[in-house]
């Protein structure tokens, strides 16, 4: 296997302060944040002006990059207070804002020239002649639509050579045309568009037809007493096909998920780091990492449209594109018990920001963001304020482990599922 010089960008989401830093730390080249008012994630959006200026400077200190999103589809409502926030954006010098809508593009451009501006999957850019398009309006880079394969992707690298290219590789996918969707607006009120999208295409739902053969009687489909998941997208994993993508041209490669938590953040990028590494190497992809993705909660995982050409390629019980049966995120193989935040020396205790329930006995196992190894041990004595206990409940906030030796601060402690 040929070794690669150029790897493509490692791309994560952050939804806070917290969740950048666990980017940075566990692999990412870039992040992408944005305030509420003009990007897609309205709710569970902890970002302000301020967090995105304190975000600039961790960046700049990493010397990493970072992608403000300006890509939901305003109303007039909200056009009259962008040029306020488009002068603070601009004073704090992102490396691009990322966009979908014409008119605020052109706002953009004709006040901030000189401010790159990248293409978002929201304009469903499916074709080299719309990639030509938007590098004649003066854009940087374009995110393709995620129903686009990596032979068209290929074919649209050849064909505009010098525009970057990104192309989303893991998280949810939704079952409107990359997130154009008008469900949850016509059931709550949510508008997608503008940031506030409910998931209702992964509702349980029960559905009837018209049957001619029985006097236009309604005839119910169901799967089974409860009902049937009828837009219920798997979430889509291309880890197993980085090096096609880097045949291709890719630019970036885009992890979906803002409102996703740490430990999904993390371990996306440690488990697409490593392999993007890997590939620079000249190695095969190591299966390993998809054990690896298994820890997080899913709704199940296939590669999307990506392979829609390689079916030979996929295994059989992945290329069925719905989860027919949950439509939550599960766990399936870990469970993610905490966050570290410290090691005291003096009496061996690891501090830890709890998540989920831990037991005296329990085996962890350990997740550091600089190895790739996972290292394992057992909970013999464990402190909540200072009281040995025998157990502990998530979102009780710091206990203490001892353990015999220093575990870096932000692993990530996992038990196995029984």
């Known amino acids: 296997m040929k070794s690669f010089r150029n790897i493509p960008e490692l791309l994560l989401p952050a939804g806070n302060l917290d969740k950048l830093n666990i980017a940075y730390l566990y692999g990412a080249d870039a992040v992408y944040c944005g305030v509420p008012r003009y990007s897609l994630r309205a709710r569970e959006n902890e970002f302000s002006m301020e967090d995105l200026q304190t975000a600039i400077t961790i960046a700049r200190n990493l010397n990493k990059k970072i992608y403000f999103t300006v890509n939901n589809i305003p109303r007039n409502s ?17 490396d691009a804002l990322i966009m979908a809508d014409p008119g605020l593009i052109h706002i953009t451009k004709n006040a901030y020239p000189d401010l790159d501006i990248h293409i978002s999957v ?6 080299y002649a719309a990639v030509e398009f938007w590098k004649a309006y003066g854009a940087k880079r374009v995110i393709l639509s995620r129903e686009v394969s990596i032979p068209e992707i290929k074919e649209i690298k050849d064909k505009v050579p010098d ?9 949810s996918i939704c079952i409107a045309h990359s997130g154009r969707c008008f469900m949850s607006n016509y059931f709550k009120n949510r508008d997608a568009n503008q940031g506030s999208c409910n998931n209702a295409c992964r509702d349980l739902y029960k559905v009837y037809v018209t049957n001619p053969k029985q006097n236009d009687e309604p005839m119910e489909l169901i799967t089974d007493e409860d009902g049937t998941f009828l837009m219920n997208s798997k979430d889509l994993r291309a880890i197993e096909f980085l090096q096609e993508l880097c045949d291709a041209g890719v630019d970036s490669l885009k992890v979906e998920g803002r409102t996703k938590n740490d430990f999904y953040v993390g371990m996306v990028a440690r488990s697409y780091r490593n392999t993007l590494d890997g590939i620079k190497r000249g190695e095969s992809f190591d299966r390993k990492w998809l054990e690896e993705l298994d820890k997080l909660s899913s709704r199940k995982y296939f590669s999307g449209f990506l392979t829609r ?19 939550t995120s599960l766990q399936k193989t870990h469970h993610y018990v905490g966050l570290v935040n410290g090691y005291q020396h003096k009496n061996q ?3 830890i920001e709890v998540k989920n329930k831990i037991e005296k006995g329990d085996v962890l196992e350990v997740i550091n963001p600089l190895s790739e190894d996972i290292v394992p041990f057992v909970v ?4 909540y304020k200072n009281n040995l ?3 502990v409940s998530g979102g009780i906030g710091s206990a ?16 196995r599922i029984l």
């Open 400 to 415: 203490e482990i001892t353990v015999p030796f220093e575990i870096t601060k932000q692993s990530f402690l996992t038990k």
């Open 122 to 127: 929201q304009t469903n850019t499916m074709n």
């Open 389 to 391: 206990v025998d157990v």
């Open 380 to 383: 013999n004595e464990m402190y």
């Open 349 to 351: 205790r690891v501090i």
């Open 309 to 327: 050409d390689m079916e030979d390629q996929i295994p059989v019980e992945e290329q069925n594109f719905q989860n027919n049966e949950f439509g």
């Open 163 to 171: 525009m970057e290219i990104e192309v989303f590789v893991h998280g």
């Open 78 to 94: 909200k056009l009259g207070s962008y040029h306020k926030y488009l002068e603070q954006m601009a004073r704090l010098k992102p």
